[in-house]
C-alpha cells in the first residue's frame, strides 16, 4: 500500500489517481483551504492525524471497490465540501465524519458501515443515490425550533424520513434498517402487513420535542398483504408497537405518511390493518392493601380480543388467573385493571397474554410485586414503575389526605416539587428529565419517605 503525506493550502486542482492510500500521519495537520479542490480517484484517505477542509473541496471518483474510496483513520476527519463521483461502485467511512458546507451524491452512495456521518449544512442527490445505512451508523443534523429538514437515507433502497421540531433544538439520528421485527430491535421479523424497512431515530439529549415525522418508501418496500390505502406510521414503546389512526399515505411510487405529537424517539415502522394488532403503551403492577393490582393501557386495538392474566411464583412457570375482555377495534387510548385477591407471601410475577380474534396471542413483559414478609411491610406509599423513561406512578396504601413529592437529581440539586392527594391519581412525568439517579422524597403528613429512582432514555 502507497502512503501519501500532504499539505494542500493553495488554488489547486490536486489529483491522486490509483494512489491507493492518502495517509495524514499522526501529528500531521493538513488543511484544505482557499479554492482547492482534492480529487481521489481509487484513492483512500487515512486520517491519522488532523485532516480539515476549510473551504475547499474533495472528490472521490474512480471505479474502484468501496474500500478504495474510503475515509478511514484513527481521527475524525472535517470536510467543507464532499462530492461522490464514482463511475462504479459506492464510497465508504469508516471514521465519524463531520460536513460543514455541502455533500453531492452525483454517482454512487455514500455507505456510512457503523459510524456517523454529521452533515451541518444541505446535500444533492442525483441520479437516484443516497446515503446508505446498512449497519449502525447514523446520518446526523442540528433541527432548530420551527424548522424542518429532511434525512436523506436508506437501506438497499431510498426511504428517507423528514423531520418537523416544534420543540427545542437538538441533533437528531437518523438510519434506515431491513425488516420490521416485532420488539423492536429484536424478535421475529414481520412478514406481512408492513413496509420493509424500520427507521431508528434518536435525539443527543433527551427530552423537550413535539416532531413531526414524514416517512417515505417504495411500492417495492411493500410486504404483502400491506394496504397503502389504510396505513399509520407506527412507535415502538418499549413493550409493543404504537400505531395511530390509518389513513392513506400521499404520493405515487415513493409514498409517504406522517405523524405528529412525537415526544419521544425509538425505533418507527410504517403498518397497516392487519399489523400490529394490539399496541400496549405501559403495564404496571402494584400492592393495593393486602392485594395485587394490575393496570396496563393500549394506544390502538386492532380484532383484539381477551388479555390472560398470568401468575407465577418464580418468573418461569406462569398460571392463568383470570381474563379481561379488550376492545376488538379501537384508535384511542384505553385503560385497564385486574385485582389479584390473596397474592403469594413472597415475589409475584404478572405478565399479560394478549389474544386475537383470530387465537394467535403474544405476551407483555414480566412484571414483579415483592410481598416478602407483607405483614410487616409498613411503607405506606408505592412508587413504580422504577427504573422508567415516561411517567412515574405515586400510589398510597393507607388513608392519606394529602402530601408534596420532591424530586433531586445526582447533584442534590431540586428538579420538581409538586403536591400529592389520595383522592387524585398521582402521576408525574419525568420524560423531560436527563437519565440517571434520582432521588424522591415524599413529605406524607409529617413523615419524610426517600427513594431512589432511575429515570432511563
Known amino acids: 500500500m502507497k502512503n501519501i503525506i500532504a499539505t494542500i493550502i493553495c488554488c489547486w486542482t490536486v489529483i491522486l489517481s490509483a494512489q491507493t492510500n492518502l495517509k495524514v500521519q499522526s501529528g500531521t495537520n493538513v488543511r484544505v483551504t482557499s479554492d482547492v479542490t482534492l480529487i481521489l480517484e481509487n484513492t483512500s484517505l487515512t486520517n491519522d492525524g488532523t485532516f480539515t477542509a476549510n473551504d475547499g473541496e474533495i472528490h472521490i471518483t474512480g471505479n474502484g471497490t468501496n474500500n478504495q ?68 451508523g447514523s446520518l446526523k443534523r442540528e433541527i432548530t425550533n420551527g424548522a424542518t429538514k429532511t434525512f436523506p437515507v436508506g437501506n438497499h433502497s431510498y426511504t428517507p424520513m423528514m423531520i418537523e421540531n416544534d420543540g427545542t433544538a437538538d441533533v437528531f439520528s ?7 421485527l416485532e420488539n423492536g430491535t429484536s424478535g421475529n421479523a414481520l412478514t406481512t402487513d408492513v413496509v420493509d424497512r424500520t427507521w431508528f431515530i434518536e435525539e443527543a ?47 405515487s411510487d415513493p409514498y409517504s405518511i406522517s405523524r405528529s405529537g412525537v415526544t419521544s424517539l425509538s425505533p418507527f415502522a410504517v403498518g397497516s390493518s392487519g399489523a400490529l394488532p394490539i399496541e400496549l403503551i405501559d403495564f404496571y403492577a402494584f400492592r393495593a392493601d393486602e392485594n395485587v393490582k394490575l393496570e396496563w393501557r393500549t394506544a390502538m386495538e386492532i380484532n383484539s380480543d381477551i388479555f390472560e392474566i398470568e401468575h407465577s411464583t418464580n418468573g418461569i412457570s406462569f398460571q392463568k388467573i383470570g381474563e379481561v375482555q379488550a376492545a376488538t377495534f379501537s384508535n384511542s387510548a384505553l385503560n385497564y385493571e385486574f385485582l389479584h385477591k390473596n397474592p403469594f407471601d413472597g415475589i409475584n410475577y404478572y405478565r399479560l397474554k394478549m389474544r386475537d380474534l383470530d387465537g394467535s396471542f ?5 412484571r414483579s410485586v415483592d410481598l416478602t414478609n407483607f405483614e410487616n411491610l409498613s ?5 413504580y414503575p422504577n427504573p422508567t423513561s415516561d411517567i412515574l406512578n405515586i400510589r398510597f396504601n393507607e388513608n392519606i389526605e394529602e402530601g408534596r413529592v420532591e424530586l433531586y437529581n445526582e447533584l442534590g440539586q431540586k428538579v420538581l416539587e409538586t403536591p400529592l392527594n389520595y383522592s387524585s391519581k398521582n402521576t408525574i412525568s419525568v420524560s423531560d428529565f436527563p437519565a440517571g439517579i434520582y432521588l424522591i422524597n415524599l413529605k406524607i403528613e409529617g413523615r419524610n419517605i426517600t427513594n431512589r429512582i432511575m429515570i432511563t432514555e
Open 205 to 251: 439529549v433527551v427530552g423537550g420535542s413535539d416532531l413531526t415525522l414524514t416517512a417515505t418508501w417504495n411500492a417495492s418496500d411493500e410486504l404483502t398483504g400491506f394496504d397503502r390505502t389504510n396505513c399509520y406510521l407506527s412507535h415502538y414503546k418499549g413493550s409493543g408497537w404504537n400505531g395511530n389512526t390509518p389513513i392513506g399515505a400521499t404520493g
Open 362 to 366: 403474544e405476551y407483555s413483559e414480566i
Open 379 to 383: 411503607s405506606p406509599v408505592t412508587i
Open 174 to 180: 437518523v438510519r434506515s434498517a431491513l425488516e420490521v
Open 69 to 136: 474510496s474510503s475515509i478511514g483513520g484513527a481521527n475524525p476527519t472535517t470536510f467543507h465540501n464532499l462530492v461522490v463521483n464514482k463511475s462504479a461502485n459506492d464510497a465508504e467511512i469508516n471514521q465519524n465524519v463531520t460536513v460543514q458546507n455541502h455533500i453531492t451524491l452525483t454517482n454512487g452512495n455514500l455507505e456510512l458501515n457503523n459510524h456517523d456521518l454529521t452533515l451541518n449544512g444541505n446535500y444533492t442527490l442525483n441520479n437516484g443515490h443516497y446515503i446508505q445505512t446498512s449497519g449502525t
